[in-house]
Each structure stands twice: as C-alpha cells, then as structure tokens.
C-alpha cells in the first residue's frame, strides 16, 4: 500500500531550524523585557524668569549746603571827635644803674666738694695702706709688708677657744673689714664654721692698729680687706 502524502508537502522538513529561530527571538524578547528600565520624576525644575525681578529703586539724595553767617557789622563810628590837646606834664622815671663799682669788694663763695665714700680693692688700689711698721719700705714692696704684719699679728694674737676644743671644733673663719681714710678698721664681718670661732676672728681683727689710709689718685678711700684665719687641733 503506497502513501497518500507527497515528499514535496513534508511539514517537518525545516522544523529545528524554525525552531531554534523561534527560542532565539523568544529569548531575546525576554532579555529586552528584564533589562527594561524605567524612572520616575521625583523633582521637577523651573526656570527662572531674571527679567521679572523687581529693581529696587535708589532715590538721588543731595546734601544740603547751609551758607555761613554773615559777618557781624562792624562798630559804629563816633559821630564827634573831640581833639584834646596835652597839657599835663608826665613824670619821667629814673632807672638807676645796678651795676657795682670796681670798689665794692665781691665775695667768693669757695664750693668745696664732697668727698665720696669710694671704695677700691687692695689688689687694685695705687697707695696701700702702710701698716705700722712699713713706713720706711719702699713703695713696691708695702702691699707685701702689709701681708707680712698681718700675718705675725694673727699669730701673735691667736687663742683658740676652749669651748670649740672641748667640742672638737675646727676649721676655716673668713675675716672681711675695711680700712676707712683715717686708717681705723671698721665693718668687720666673719663667717665660719662655728659662732665662737668667728667671735675669736673677730677679736683679733678688732685689736688691729690704726694704719695710713690707702689712697687713690692722692686722695684717701676705704680700702675693702678679706683674709682667712685657720682653726685647727693638734
């Protein structure tokens, strides 16, 4: 038995191929469809009109210039003027000369000046002061004599204390005074390690004789003196 249906009319010839068109336009629609985007108007915008602002209008001021005051009139003139004629006789005043003459005798008033307290070191000073004993040495060689009296002075008048023996008290009393410009020694002022170790110093300083007053320039001037005094057991 032969078929009915003609091989030209076969309805399935080109079927994969219409569909794989089919899914390919399919799937295209449905990317189209997800990748659709929309956006909604949250602001809208209007333009500005410049034009219809409203200028604000400057009045044109002027300043107002008051003119100055007339000036005052000027006094009124005397209708009559009387001409008096000068008969009354002036006194004429003598000046009389305060000039002295030649022979008054001028007084000269001497302004005698002020000797000031100056003091100068005795490392400095010109003229030491000459202690006794030393007036006969020569001039460059008193600043030594002057040590060396000192010197057999303190020995010759050193004691020391009972009261710092017995408590083992020793050391090293600073001595300051200062010779004045009459050669008296004054100001006497100690430091040490102990306060009866300074009242020795101090005695001894106090029984120095009365010197020849430093001098500076030819005028005399306190002369500022240090020197230690050593207290020490054996």
């Known amino acids: ?99 002295t003459d030649e022979e008054e005798i001028v007084e000269i008033v001497e302004v005698e000046e002020e000797e000031e307290d100056i003091d100068v070191p005795f490392a400095v000073i010109e003229d030491v002061p000459i202690f006794p004993g030393c007036e006969r040495v020569k001039k460059s060689e008193r600043r030594d004599c002057f040590q060396e009296q000192m010197n057999k002075h303190i020995r010759k008048n050193f004691r020391y204390p009972e009261i710092a023996q017995e408590m083992g008290i020793q050391g090293r009393v600073y001595v300051n005074f200062i010779i004045s410009r009459d050669g008296s020694i004054t100001n006497i002022r100690m430091r040490g390690p102990d306060k009866n170790l300074e009242k020795e110093a101090e005695r001894i300083i106090s029984k120095l004789p009365s010197m020849t007053p430093g001098k500076q320039r030819g005028r005399p001037v306190r002369v500022p003196f240090s020197i230690p005094i050593t207290f020490r057991l054996q």
């Open 1 to 99: 038995m032969q078929p009915k249906k003609s091989e030209k009319v076969d309805l399935t010839k080109n079927s994969s191929l219409y569909f794989v068109i089919g899914l390919a336009v399919v799937l295209f629609v449905s990317w189209q469809a997800i990748e659709w985007k929309t956006y909604k108007k949250m602001y809208d915008y209007e333009a500005l009109n410049v034009e219809d602002d409203d200028d604000e209008e400057i009045p044109i001021t002027e300043q107002l210039k008051t003119p100055p005051p007339p000036p005052p009139p000027p006094p009124p003139a005397p209708e009559v003027i009387e001409v008096v004629e000068d008969e009354e006789e002036v006194e004429e005043t003598v000046i009389e000369s305060t000039e």
